[in-house]
């Protein structure tokens, strides 16, 4: 879905967009994972279940949302890209939820309780934290650069060589 998004939705639109995107979008996902979480509590959710059931409430499905403008016909408004550069922040901050998903399942599994998690060592050092994020960060800069550079040759030349089922 990236992929095609990114055929669609050119790297310099994109930042164009940029500061509206991350305002926009960075304002989006918090509110509504926020509200979600605190309702997930006020239910009777521990907090790190609230707040997981909170982000996963706040991100939207980029294919449906773009299919309901091309069905209008608005695609290519302002309104859609707008739209489009919301989405795709949410994106990737659904990846770097996933990417951080296994280190809070590994803090919550060494922890008696939420609040005796300190005390237990259930809690990561800042420095497991932080290499982490930065290894999560490479690869996905990493990613980037190949598809950036990488891809487009490989289609090139199956494209040139005219096979179907190589392309």
Same mark, same amino acid.
């Given at each position: 879905?990236?992929?095609?998004?990114?055929?669609?939705?050119?790297?310099?639109?994109?930042?164009?967009?940029?500061?509206?995107?991350?305002?926009?979008?960075?304002?989006?996902?918090?509110?509504?994972?926020?509200?979600?979480?605190?309702?997930?509590?006020?239910?009777?959710?521990?907090?790190?279940?609230?707040?997981?059931?909170?982000?996963?409430?706040?991100?939207?499905?980029?294919?449906?949302?773009?299919?309901?403008?091309?069905?209008?016909?608005?695609?290519?408004?302002?309104?859609?890209?707008?739209? *489009?550069?919301? +989405? /795709?922040?949410?994106? &990737?901050?659904?990846? !770097?939820?996933?990417?951080? #998903? =296994? @280190?809070?399942?590994?803090?919550?599994?060494?922890?008696?309780?939420?609040?005796?998690?300190?005390?237990?060592?259930?809690?990561?050092?800042?420095?497991?934290?932080?290499?982490?994020? *930065?290894?999560? +960060? /490479?690869?996905?800069? &990493?990613?980037?650069? !190949?598809?950036?550079?990488? #891809? =487009? @040759?490989?289609?090139?030349?199956?494209?040139?060589?005219?096979?179907?089922?190589?392309?």
């Amino acid at each position: 879905l990236m992929f095609f998004i990114g055929l669609d939705f050119p790297l310099a639109e994109m930042r164009a967009l940029s500061r509206e995107c991350l305002r926009i979008g960075s304002l989006q996902v918090a509110l509504t994972g926020m509200r979600v979480a605190l309702v997930g509590r006020l239910w009777g959710l521990a907090w790190l279940h609230a707040a997981v059931l909170g982000a996963m409430v706040a991100f939207s499905s980029t294919a449906l949302v773009m299919k309901s403008f091309e069905e209008r016909r608005e695609h290519d408004s302002h309104r859609a890209r707008l739209a *489009l550069a919301v +989405l /795709l922040f949410q994106d &990737l901050a659904a990846m !770097l939820l996933l990417a951080l #998903l =296994p @280190l809070l399942a590994t803090v919550v599994a060494r922890a008696p309780s939420a609040a005796g998690a300190a005390e237990a060592g259930g809690a990561p050092s800042a420095g497991r934290m932080l290499g982490t994020t *930065l290894s999560m +960060l /490479l690869l996905l800069a &990493l990613t980037f650069l !190949l598809c950036r550079r990488v #891809l =487009p @040759l490989i289609f090139r030349r199956a494209a040139s060589s005219r096979n179907k089922e190589l392309f």
